[in-house]
Nanobody, 123 residues
């Protein structure tokens, strides 16, 4: 089993930046495609970003393109989400997820999930 723990959330003003971290334990994350999802109050969970096993390819939701950057450090067993130019609509609980399947934006394809970290963007 893989345990995923997100950190780095908090309160930030519009236009500010945060870097979220997802630390894994139990297995190396090098065998997994790593993902970030988010869920705003009253909204379904939505895909944010994904990165392939060696970091050679990434995928971003339209809402994240140009503002968010996903990266990974397999030696540290950690994946990151750098978030710049934050907007109030980015307010959500952000979840780290892992899959050993194919690259996918579908939440049900993820094998492991963290418990989430809350990001609140104030205006």
């Amino acid at each position: 089993q893989v345990q995923l723990v997100e950190s780095g959330g908090g309160l930030v003003q519009t236009g500010g930046s945060l870097r979220l971290s997802c630390a894994a334990s139990g297995r190396t994350i090098s065998i997994y495609i790593m993902n970030w999802f988010r869920q705003a109050p009253g909204k379904p969970r939505e895909f944010v970003a994904a990165i392939t096993r060696s970091g050679g390819n990434t995928d971003y939701a339209d809402s994240a393109k140009g503002r968010f950057t996903i990266s990974r450090d397999n030696a540290k067993n950690t994946v990151y989400l750098q978030k710049n130019g934050l907007k109030p609509e980015d307010t959500a609980v952000y979840y780290c997820a892992a899959t050993d399947d194919i690259m996918s934006r579908i939440a049900s394809r993820m094998r492991y999930w963290g418990k989430g970290t809350l990001v609140t963007v104030s205006s």
